[in-house]
């Protein structure tokens, strides 16, 4: 089982002035470290600097378009969690979908299997019934 280690850390803070007025503090020396859709890594020091980066770096990192430049952090927060609700929703069910493409893919096989054992000679049949019986008398 992976034991999961919390590290708490103090940094000096340096105060950033966002478009609704309020100041938001990021850790000097801690990035903000996402991953992008081909496996890179997108590295920003604070949110003005994410927000400033191109479209299609965000999109690529968040799914689709949030917002851009200047920021109402709790704008962007309430947009945020929505997507996440959504995202988990159509999570669970590609989950479920991909649980009935299983099943599906599998009964297929099974058809297709029993089509080749219909083709097979006395010989082929009885090597193959050998070996069933093999597999379910363990």
Do not use: C, W
Not at 70 to 75: F, L, R
Request: aromatic fraction near 6%; hydrophobic fraction near 35%; charged fraction near 30%.
């Amino acid at each position: 089982m992976p034991h999961v280690i919390i590290v708490l850390s103090l940094h000096p803070v340096k105060e950033q002035k966002l478009q609704n007025g309020s100041e938001l503090g990021s850790p000097k020396k801690e990035n903000m470290l996402y991953q992008r859709s081909n496996g890179d890594k997108a590295n920003y020091e604070n949110l003005k600097e994410l927000f400033t980066s191109t479209r299609e770096i965000r999109n690529d990192l968040f799914g689709s378009y949030l917002a851009e430049g200047e920021i109402n952090v709790e704008e962007v927060q309430k947009k945020v969690a929505g997507k996440i609700t959504t995202y988990e929703n159509q999570l669970q069910n590609l989950r479920t979908l991909n649980g009935e493409l299983k099943k599906a893919v599998t009964e297929q096989n099974v058809q297709k299997m029993l089509k080749n054992v219909e083709d097979m000679d006395q010989e082929q049949a009885k090597a193959l019934l050998e070996k069933l019986q093999a597999r379910f008398n363990q």
